[in-house]
């Protein structure tokens, strides 16, 4: 049969449908035009001639027989009928199959069977036919997906038993609307989408949606609809045909894995205890409750280790909270009472699905389930709810779970839902106690950072000086500004070291790296620093000897790897990178000399009120080594502003150190350091800084410059004789009475006869004595030789060797230093009490 575009599928349709007429004998007696185009032979050379011969195998005609014997049937009005096979001749010549049906016709006045109609279509039309009908029969039939025909005012008019198996759909839907039995809002969504595909004709496929029925609306189920239009045979459309697939439980799982995936990316995102554990609560809620919730033990804030003992310290901190609702949950502090480690049996790995995070046996890590709370909760024992589940009342169900790493207890994750969300379950528990295994990791791991960086932060301020120090020389005023917790401590230090003749020293320094490690090398450095400021070397000479020690530390630490070999992870060795800048100012001469090891210039603030930076040649970093120092040597005006500071002050990642040092120099003069007192305009300074988070330590040393008075100077040139020693006692003895210090007179005649008598003795050549009234007096002679003065100890035979003795039990304190022309010895002696 080759049927029009109006013919109808089944292959065996009336309408133009090849068929013949047959005779009780088997003869053919009409043959109809579509019979005659489905063989192409004219119904003149068929009618009249015995069926058989249209075989293309006569012996074949048996076999046709056989399938009438064996599938004739009774229909309900008492007619037979069966069905078959068969090869016949096309008029080209070739064999054509075709499958057929025979209906006995009754002629209606004997009651017998006297002629027969024969319905023939190609064999392939036949199978398609069989196939798409059986198909569609069983499709029906089946339960695994919902199947819909709607009209084209889209009321139903057939379903699959299983179309939406819920509470609340009629069995009987023939007739009814989406908006019968669902909520106006997700059947108009529905309706929607299937009158575009009925208007359009563009299938619909993928489309997810929420349903819930009129009679269980809590939590609905999730579908994914695909949608096709039905037409009639002249084209006009009759309805849509629609798939309804539940995916929920798919859906929840995928859900749940991208919870999982997003948790662990937040969680992974800080070392600070507390962002960690607000970034967490903030992807829990309200993606997983309404309300969540994080409590910890007290000690983990500090960095403190949890007790060990199963049970959490109470009282327990709530840390952070997110959702709606949240007044409730911010009460700071949560007491809470916990069940014993013995109350609850600890997960297995076949229960959670993940390797456990507490050893077995140890401590229990499971969570809790509360439902029905407001009417009659279920969860274990009979009593009433737990404090924790009842925070918020407007919660109908919640659920908790311990925060636990290493078998230690220290806090707790608690989750709540209200309103119309769909009670928790146990699935939901599982992955909260997964979400909190791993956020007690995070936890844990910046518990044990808080921990070192507070060690390390603690360390870092002990090993340096006061904040603001006063000294004859400066007003100096600083600020420490240690890196954020992710960061890490760096290696910042600073320091302000008096020198003799009430010089004073200035130091920043800077060791590249982060954590313990840094910190103990600054110490390191700070230490050898002090050490070699106080053999008064020039700053040049004081930096190449640092950078030989940090060459050394280096190779030590080198040589230490190496023998360690694969005994476990090498420790960071860094001093590599440290930078310092060491400065010299002496309030006699106003004098201000400087070296840098690759730190950046110091600025400026002079008594005009502009800033300029020093224009060092900064020399490599330390542990560098091979290059020489360049000193600097400028002139400041009493009253000026000296900063130093770190390269964290400049370099935030805002921009070039260019900008941060011109951000720097504004910030000087908005401060006013010349007007204010430095204690008070540092914090100033720094205020803001920076917009973000600290990515490094900032340093920021401020040191106003002084001169001393002539008043307070006496400097005399004394001849190479040893018969002037006398009239220097007296020139001293004079200029202390003048000063109104004769309480240091003995004390003072006899250093200064024992140091120029030495000079005069040994160097030769002018000497110099010179006074300096300060904080303390100095008494400082200078001779032309290089040879550095040694005290030792005289036998009791011996006549002489027995003046810098003398000297340093009379002294504060008392050295040496190199000078241009040759050498000085100093020596101090603290003022006597107004």
Known sequence: ????????????????????????????????????????????????????????????????????????????????GWEGRATLRHGSGRALEIGF??????????????????????????????????????????????????????????????????????????????????????ARIIDDRLREVLHSGNPLSGFNTTVRTLDDARGGRVVTIQAFRLQEPDGHPMGVATVFTDVTDHERSRGRLDLLYRATGALGGSLSVLRTVEDLVKVVAPAFGDCAAVDLVETVLTGGE?????????????????GAGTDALRTGTAHFTTPPASAVTPPTAAETGVPSPVEPGTRECRGELITGLGTRFTGPGTGPAPEWA?????????????????????????????????????????????????????????RRYTKERRTAVGLQRSLLPPATSETPAVEAASVYLPADADSGVGGDWFDVIPLSSARVALVVGDVAGHG????????????????????????????AHVDDMVLQVVAEAESDDSEDGDAGMPMPSGPAG???????????????????????????????????????????????????????????????????????????????????????????????????????????????????????????????????????????????????????????LDQLTAWDLDELAFSTELIVSELVTNAIRHAGGPVRLRLIRADTLTCEVSDSSNTQPRMRRARNSEEGGRGLYIVAQLSHRWGSRYTVAGKTVWSEQALPLP
């Open 1 to 80: 049969m080759r049927a029009t575009e109006s013919n109808q599928d089944y292959p065996f349709a009336v309408t133009n449908t090849a068929a013949a007429l047959l005779d009780d004998a088997g003869t053919v007696v009409a043959w109809t035009p579509a019979a005659e185009a489905l063989l192409e032979r004219r119904s003149a050379d068929v009618c009249g001639r015995p069926v058989r011969d249209l075989l293309a195998d006569a012996g074949s005609w048996e076999a046709v027989l056989a399938q009438g014997r064996q599938g004739a049937q009774e229909g309900p009005d008492g007619w037979g």
């Open 578 to 732: 440290a930078t310092c800048l060491y400065a010299v100012y002496d309030p006699v001469t106003r004098n201000c000399v400087m070296a840098s090891a690759g730190h950046p210039p110091p600025a400026v603030v002079g008594t005009d009120g502009t800033v300029e930076y020093v224009e060092l040649s900064p020399g490599p970093p330390l542990g560098v080594g091979g290059w020489p120092f360049e000193p600097v040597e400028l002139v400041l005006p009493p009253g000026s502003v000296l900063a130093l500071y770190t390269d964290g002050l400049i370099e935030r990642g805002e921009g070039d150190i260019d900008q941060g040092m011109r951000d720097l120099a504004d910030r000087l003069l908005r401060a006013d350091v010349l007007g204010r007192p430095l204690r008070q305009a540092r914090h100033d300074i720094v205020e803001g800084l920076p917009p973000g988070r600290l990515r490094d330590d900032v340093t920021l040393l401020l040191a106003r410059t002084r001169v001393m008075d002539a008043g307070s100077i006496a400097t005399w040139q004394l001849d190479a004789d040893p018969a002037i020693v006398g009239d220097a006692r007296h020139l001293a």
């Open 516 to 543: 313990l490690h840094a910190t103990a090398m600054m110490g390191r450095l700070r230490s050898a620093v002090r050490a070699m400021a106080d053999l008064e070397l020039e700053p040049e000479e004081l930096l």
């Open 390 to 446: 009842t925070t918020v009342p407007e919660a109908h169900s919640a659920m908790t779970a311990p925060l636990c790493a290493r078998g230690v207890r220290f806090g707790r994750l608690t989750l709540w839902r209200t309103g119309s969300a769909p009670p928790l379950e146990e699935d939901d528990l599982e992955l909260l106690e997964e979400i909190a295994a791993r956020a007690a990791v995070a936890v844990d791991n910046a």
């Open 306 to 322: 949890p007790s060990a003992d199963g049970h959490l310290a109470l009282p327990l901190i709530r840390m952070a909270v997110a």
């Open 101 to 186: 049906r025979v209906i006995p016709l009754n002629d209606g006045a004997r009651g017998d069977t006297a002629r027969s109609l024969v319905l023939g279509a190609p064999l392939e039309l036949v199978a398609q036919w069989r196939q798409d009908h059986a198909f569609t029969h069983e499709l029906f039939l089946q339960g695994r997906v919902g199947l819909a025909v709607f009209d084209a005012d889209l009321r139903l008019l057939r379903t699959n038993t299983h179309l939406l198996p819920y509470t609340g759909v009629p069995v009987d839907l023939n007739g009814r609307r989406l908006a019968d039995f669902l909520w106006a809002e997700d």
